[in-house]
C-alpha cells in the first residue's frame, strides 16, 4: 500500500473509534449500557440492523461468488422480507411490550429457567466462536494480500472496536454502524464505477451486463431443478432461499440476541417495525447491487487480462521451489489465452448490436469455451499449488474484490476501500460483544449471582464482560489461525443452532399447551439431529434451519402429549 | 385509543397489514424483475 493509502486507512478507523468514543452518553445504567435508553429513531434500527448483519465476508465474498458462480446467491436473503413481517406480527409486541434485556428472558417467563439458561448458552458459545471466526475470515485475506502479520491483523480487526463497545454500549455501536455504513457504501459504488469506467472505448454497462449475462453471471433466479428433480444439495435456488432462507432469518432476527438488541434499542414497538420492514425492503437490492459488483468486475476481466490466480502469495511463494517451471508454463498458456479471450469479447457488442444472432451465438460459444479453458489452468495452478506443499486456500473467490481494488484503484482509494473492509468487520463485531455481554450479565450473571447490587455496579460489571468477549473474540481467532479460510464455516455453525433456537421460540409463541419439560428435552434431541445430519448428509445448510426448527415443534408438541397423558394416570415422567 | 395503541400507530396507513402487503409485494415484484433480468442477459 501506498503513502496516501496508508494515511486514508488510518484516519478512517482512528476518526471511527473517536466517534464511538464520543457518544458514550446513555445513562450509567443497564438500560443505558444496552439499549441506549430505548430512545433509538427507526433509521438508526435499520442502519444498526444491517450493519449488524453484514460483515466483512459480505463485501469481500460476495463480488467474488458472484465473479465465479453468478449472481444467484442473493435468493439467499429472499426470505428475509417475509421474515421480517413474522417479527413484526408476533416477536416484536411481545418482547417490547415485557420490555426485555434478551430473547431469553421471554423463555422464563414464558417456560421456566432451565430452558433460558440453555438458549443462552447456545447462544453465547455459536456466537463467540463465530465472531471469533469472523475476525479471522477477513484477516486473513488482507494478511495475505497485504503481506501483514496474521496474528497483529487479527488484534486490529477484532481488538480496536472493543474500546468504543466497552465505553459506549450499545448507543455508540448503533451511531458508529450507521458511519460505517455510510464508509462502506460510498467504497463499493468507487469500485463498481470503476469496474465500468474502466472497459475499452466503446463499451459501456449495458455491454458489460451482455457479456456477464452470456457468461451465466447474471443468473439472479435459478429453480433447483435439474433433470434428476429437485437437487437438494444446490445451495443458493428460489426455493432453499425462499423457505430456507426464511428460517435462516427468523432465527438470526428474532433469536439471536446480537440482532434482537437492536430493534429493542428502539423508542417504541412502531419505531422497532418500521426500522425492521424497511430492512425487508433494502435488504434484496442491497445485496443484488453488491453481487453486481462482481459480475461488473467479471465483465472488466473479459477485456483486460486476468490474474493467473487471484491470492498471487500462493503463486509466487511456489515461484521460489522447485515447481517454478510449471507456474511458468501455465503462465504462459494464460497470458494467450487472456489476449484472445479478449479479441472474442470486443466482437461481441458489435454482433449483438446488429442482431446478428448467428454470430453473436458463436462468439458466446467461443467465449465460454475459453473461459472452461481458464477455469481449467486455474485447477492447474491450484494443483501446482497442492503439490509444492505451500499452505493456501484451495480457492481464490475471496480475493477476487480485493485484487481488483489494489490493481486498479488510484492510491489513497486502496486505502478506503481497506478500510471499509475493517469497518464492515467493527459493526457486526460491536453488536456481537455488545449481545454477548447482555446475554452474560441479564441471562446469567444476575440469575446465579442475585446479590443486591445498584445500577453504577450492574453498569461496571456490564462493561467487564463486554471486554470479556472482545478479548475471547480475538483468542478465538488467533487459535484457528492456520486453519484456512473459515468463511463458509460462519454459515455452517450458525445453521448447526439457529434451527433449534427458532424452533423453542416457535413453540413459545404458537404451541400454547407445551411447556418447559418438553421443550427442553425437544431442542436438546433437535440439536443432536441437526448435528447428526450434518455429519451424515450432503444436504445444504440452508435446510439445517428448517429442520432443526420444525424438529423442535414436533417433538415438543409429542412429549408434551406423552406427559399429559402420563400426568392423566398418575405418573410424572418428565418431572 | 390507549397510550400503547397510539405508541403503535403505522406512519402513511391506517393499519400495519398494509405495510406487511408493501414488504411481501415488493419481494414479490423483485423476484419477477429479477427473473426477467436473468433471462434477458442470458
Known sequence: MSRPDWVVLLLTLTGIILYGVSRNRSSRNLEGYFLGNREMPWYVVLLSIMGTQASAVTFLSAPGQAFTDGMRFVQYYFGLPLAMIVLCVTFVPIFHKLKLFTAYEFLEQRFDRKTRIFTSLIFLVSRGLSTGISVYAPSIILSSLLGWNIYLTNIVMGGLLIIYTVTGGARAVAYTQRLQLFIIFTGMLIVGYTAVALLPPGIGFTDALRISGKMGRLNVITTGFNGNGFDWTDRYNLFSGAIGGLFLALSYFGTDQSQVQRYLTAGSIRESRIGLLMNGIVKVPMQFLILLIGALIFAYYQFNPAPLFFNQVPVEQVRQTAFRDSIGRLEQRHLLLQEKKRTVAASLPAAMNANAYDRSKKIVDELRSLQGEEEGIRNEVKGVIRTSGVKSEASDTNYVFLRFVMDHLPAGLVGLLIAVIFLAAWGSIAAALNSMASSSMVDLHKTFFSGASDDEQEYRISRRYTLFWGIFCVAVAELVTGMGSLIEAVNVLGSWFYGVMLGIFLVAFYVKRVGGHAVFRAAILGELLVILLYWKTGLAWLWLNVIGALAVVVMAYLFQLVQDRRGKSGDDPLG | ?42
Open chain 2, 1 to 42: 385509543m390507549s397510550v400503547m395503541e397510539q405508541d403503535d400507530k403505522p406512519p402513511l396507513f391506517r393499519s400495519w397489514g398494509i405495510w406487511y402487503l408493501i414488504v411481501a409485494g415488493f419481494l414479490l415484484l423483485q423476484v419477477l424483475l429479477y427473473a426477467f433480468f436473468t433471462k434477458h442477459f442470458s
